[in-house]
T-cell receptor, first 115, second 112 residues
């Protein structure tokens, strides 16, 4: 398996532009997570899905952020309009419940810079 | 989920064992201890987890005290590639897709 795939790996955009981050989870996994990592705040959960349904989006900063999971193999995180403070590394992770224990597998991340 | 406390940084000589401590004094009976690590510029990587018993896999060993209030991750023969931030996390496995709360972790530097 190729692992969790994220695209793009790097994104530079100007304030006010729309940004779309993409994630392909590991095949067969039924949960998907979006995290954001900054020096100031560390690694924080934004939203997670179970069986394509959003379960907890309490970590989404504000209405400018939205996430979708139209099917089991694809998810997007959209920021519209983007702001400089959104600059961070965004990680997608997927997991599978096995033997009563769940392990998350992270993608390589998307490094976003908003100018 | 219970809170964890880890030292902010540690050094270890290459080839020696690295012992990374974690305190989780408020852990409850159904909470597992997980360890992840994050090598610079990469996504976090699962290492090992346990509930009560000590665990070992190809990457590391996990020693959990009898009262479960603390644990130690052991990398038996640390290499330069083990330099990373190590996160200790405790969480309940509800089997429904729960998030992990990542603290600041321990920055391990393996020195040549």
């Amino acid at each position: 398996d190729a692992g969790v795939i994220q695209s793009p790996r790097h994104e530079v955009t100007e304030m006010g532009q729309e940004v779309t981050l993409r994630c392909k989870p590991i095949s067969g996994h039924n949960s998907l997570f979006w995290y954001r990592q900054t020096m100031m705040r560390g690694l924080e959960l934004l939203i997670y899905f179970n069986n394509n349904v959003p379960i907890d989006d309490s970590g989404m900063p504000e209405d400018r952020f939205s996430a979708k999971m139209p099917n089991a193999s694809f998810s997007t995180l959209k920021i519209q309009p983007s702001e400089p403070r959104d600059s961070a590394v965004y990680f997608c992770a997927s997991s599978l419940l096995a033997g009563g224990v769940e392990t998350q597998y992270f993608g390589p991340g998307t490094r976003l810079l908003v100018l | 989920d219970a809170k964890t406390t880890q030292p902010p940084s540690m050094d270890c000589a290459e080839g020696r064992a690295a012992n990374l401590p974690c305190n989780h004094s408020t852990i409850s009976g159904n909470e597992y201890v997980y360890w992840y690590r994050q090598i610079h510029s990469q996504g976090p990587q699962y290492i090992i987890h346990g509930l009560k018993n000590n665990e070992t896999n190809e990457m590391a060993s996990l020693i959990i005290t009898e009262d479960r209030k603390s644990s130690t991750l052991i990398l038996p023969h640390a290499t330069l590639r083990d330099t990373a931030v190590y996160y200790c996390i405790v969480r309940v496995d509800w089997g429904y897709g729960q998030n992990f709360v990542f603290g600041p972790g321990t920055r391990l530097s393996v020195l040549p």
